[in-house]
């Protein structure tokens, strides 16, 4: 029973991990199109606005998909 517990604790680390390095990389790819594409037409504020914001957002999807996996499997070993 334990061994297949620490397998299931494994695999849901394992796509968590996997999620959170897409969100970095979407991110990444949404700052170079805005960058390219749109940042231009927008005063300095604005930029840092949405870059901000962006961020911000990204932190919270990482976040919340991290809490999920804390409150489930809490301090155990």
């Known amino acids: 029973?334990?061994?297949?517990?620490?397998?299931e604790k494994k695999r849901q680390m394992a796509w968590r991990g996997v999620a959170s390095l897409l969100v970095l990389l979407a991110w990444v790819i949404f700052i170079v199109v805005f960058t390219l594409l749109w940042a231009p037409n927008l005063s300095l504020f604005q930029n840092i606005v949405i870059l901000i914001a962006s961020l911000v957002a990204a932190f919270v999807v990482v976040g919340i998909m991290?809490?999920?996996?804390?409150?489930?499997?809490?301090?155990?070993?």
């Open 1 to 7: 029973m334990r061994r297949g517990r620490s397998l």
């Open 66 to 77: 991290w809490m999920l996996y804390g409150m489930r499997y809490g301090w155990e070993s």
